[in-house]
């Protein structure tokens, strides 16, 4: 079980990020009207300045958790993740609070009167669709930043159990995101056997979607993965460009499309090291192979 401390920030995060995308959902709803979206500014404020404090909290909680595997490059590659996240709510609560405000972009927050100003105007449609594309716009990069720092937490408790991994992709391509892009990927393997891994649900899915979106971020339009049986036992799963002598791919799934930049990357990195997965990065980020 994860530390009570840890738990407890992540839980925080994990509240705080709902709140925002409940927000953008406000924000999007033609239902509430601008006045109503001006009387909730002030409580979502305070919620992402609450929210820049948990990130902080969590932050230094994936540290402590840690300290006792003596490997800080895992806690390096979450907490980059997570102080990256917090400087997007910062700069969203500082647009949120100006908008609360009623003031010009180029003023400072202000509470109090201009709030209470703020609300009785409401907020005119052009403001109002800034601001929903700004908070779904940190709604995303919330959602990735957990995402990518609860994959790093999984690894201090790795639970290790038969996988197929053909199903471990359907279920990825089952899970649709709002605001993700969407990619198709084909698959194909050589060997039913190869399909069989043991290894955590958590980390082999994760690594899965990294390496899909790492490809993708080097150039890769429809990545394809071959997955064949080495000579000792292992499967080997590679990720690259369809090659024009390769066959027919056996499944082929459109699948939501992770984060694939350097912080990403670090994390891919980190896990797959926790996980026992070698994982090799071909020449300018197209190819990257895992074996299992």
Not at 25 to 52: D, F, I, K, Q, T
Not at 211 to 221: D, I, K, L, R
Request: proline share 4%.
């Amino acid at each position: 079980m994860l530390g009570e401390r840890l738990a407890a920030a992540l839980g925080a995060a994990r509240d705080g990020a709902a709140g925002i995308e409940s927000f953008a959902h406000l924000l999007g709803s033609r239902r509430v009207g601008p006045r109503g979206v001006a009387l909730a500014l002030p409580e979502v404020c305070e919620g992402c300045a609450a929210l820049v404090a948990a990130l902080d909290s969590l932050s230094a909680a994936v540290r402590d958790g840690f300290v006792a595997t003596d490997d800080p490059a895992a806690a390096d590659a979450a907490c980059a993740v997570l102080e990256h996240a917090g400087v997007d709510v910062a700069r969203l609560t500082d647009e949120l609070s100006r908008a609360a405000a009623g003031a010009p972009a180029g003023r400072g927050p202000g509470r109090g009167r201009g709030e209470r100003a703020g609300a009785e105007r409401g907020i005119d449609a052009r403001q109002r669709l800034a601001l929903e594309a700004s908070v779904r716009r940190t709604a995303r990069a919330l959602s990735g930043a957990l995402r990518l720092s609860e994959l790093v937490i999984a690894t201090l408790e790795l639970r290790p159990t038969p996988l197929d991994l053909i199903d471990v992709l359907r279920n990825w391509s089952a899970a649709a995101v709002e605001g993700r892009p969407v990619v198709g990927i084909s698959v194909a393997s050589s060997d039913g056997r190869a399909n069989e891994v043991d290894g955590d649900v958590r980390a082999v899915s994760g690594l899965m979607e990294l390496a899909v979106g790492m490809v993708s971020a080097a150039g890769v339009a429809s990545p394809h993965l071959a997955v064949s049986r080495l000579p000792d036992g292992r499967s080997t799963v590679r990720i690259a460009e369809r090659g024009p002598r390769e066959g027919a791919p056996a499944v082929a799934l459109d699948v939501v499309l992770r984060d694939g930049g350097e912080r990403a990357a670090a994390v891919a990195r980190v896990v797959a090291r926790r996980a026992g997965v070698d994982l090799v990065e071909g020449p300018g980020g197209r190819v990257v192979t895992m074996t299992f």
